[in-house]
């Protein structure tokens, strides 16, 4: 089971987010062991202060690198192990599946929100592993970025969702964005859902997801079919809607 503690100003608002729907009741049934640090309660000032003004001109305040080391060092003494340390930043690589996809085969994570102006470089150097950024634009504090990330990581992990096809099929997987999905009624606003869908035969209607998960990719994202792993099937039904192969 993965072990995941996230250090933050706002531990409440985690744990609210961490606690409902398909995460919470992972947590709940013992799939996953997620745990929010309040960074103050590491300070050795007394008026629990943790941020102050940085050095050089500018405004904000910056978080002080003490209180996040001391907030390190006790998830350590108490997991008995080093984690691998991620701070959420707009400087970082952006996310991928497929670094998700990694990063759930770790077995301790320890995730670090940076507020106001950021964080003291002294403790980004000494315990940050990686830098990882949810997105090319920048948040008020990182844990609204690091809650995405552990979302992304904890749905991938043993026992979260009931079956490996829940996250093998979806968007991005393998390189491709997810085709096209219907329930009842059968048809809404006069339009039907696809009969191939519903004729019960499974080699048909695998086909057809296929051909439309190519679809949306090349109307949509046609930069990923770079990168995907396609054959020759692929290839030809993609030259049918106007794709021309980069040699």
């Given at each position: 089971?993965?072990?995941i503690d996230l250090a933050t100003l706002f531990p409440d608002m985690c744990e609210t987010v961490l606690s409902e729907s398909i995460v919470g009741r992972a947590r709940k049934a013992g799939h996953l062991d997620i745990k929010c640090w309040q960074?103050?309660?590491?300070?050795?000032?007394?008026?629990?202060?943790?941020?102050?003004?940085?050095?050089?001109?500018?405004?904000?305040?910056?978080?002080?690198?003490?209180?996040?080391?001391?907030?390190?060092?006790?998830?350590?003494?108490?997991?008995?192990?080093?984690?691998?340390?991620?701070?959420?930043?707009?400087?970082?690589?952006?996310?991928?599946?497929?670094?998700?996809?990694?990063?759930?085969?770790?077995?301790?994570?320890?995730?670090?929100?940076?507020?106001?102006?950021?964080?003291?470089?002294?403790?980004?150097?000494?315990?940050?592993?990686?830098?990882?950024?949810?997105?090319?634009?920048?948040?008020?504090?990182?844990?609204l970025g690091a809650l995405v990330l552990i979302d992304c990581v904890a749905r991938l992990c043993p026992g979260v969702l009931a079956d490996e096809s829940c996250f093998t099929e979806e968007s991005h997987w393998n390189g491709l964005l997810e085709?096209?999905?219907?329930?009842?009624?059968?048809?809404?606003?006069?339009?039907?859902?696809?009969?191939?869908?519903?004729?019960?035969?499974?080699?048909?209607?695998?086909?057809?997801?296929?051909?439309?998960?190519?679809?949306?990719?090349?109307?949509?994202?046609?930069?990923?079919?770079?990168?995907?792993?396609?054959?020759?099937?692929?290839?030809?039904?993609?030259?049918?809607?106007?794709?021309?192969?980069?040699?």
């Open positions: 089971m993965i072990k960074i103050r309660d590491y300070t050795v000032d007394k008026h629990r202060n943790v941020d102050d003004t940085p050095y050089g001109p500018g405004k904000g305040m910056l978080l002080q690198a003490d209180p996040i080391y001391r907030t390190w060092e006790a998830v350590c003494a108490e997991r008995a192990s080093r984690p691998h340390v991620i701070y959420l930043s707009p400087q970082g690589k952006t996310l991928t599946q497929q670094r998700a996809k990694e990063l759930s085969r770790a077995e301790h994570l320890f995730v670090l929100c940076g507020h106001y102006e950021g964080v003291d470089q002294r403790v980004l150097d000494e315990i940050v592993d990686e830098e990882i950024s949810i997105g090319d634009y920048v948040l008020t504090g990182g844990e085709y096209p999905q219907y329930t009842k009624p059968a048809v809404w606003h006069g339009v039907a859902v696809p009969e191939i869908v519903t004729n019960g035969n499974h080699a048909a209607i695998a086909r057809w997801r296929r051909e439309m998960s190519l679809k949306n990719t090349y109307e949509k994202r046609p930069e990923l079919l770079k990168n995907a792993q396609l054959n020759e099937k692929d290839k030809w039904f993609l030259r049918t809607l106007g794709w021309e192969e980069e040699l």
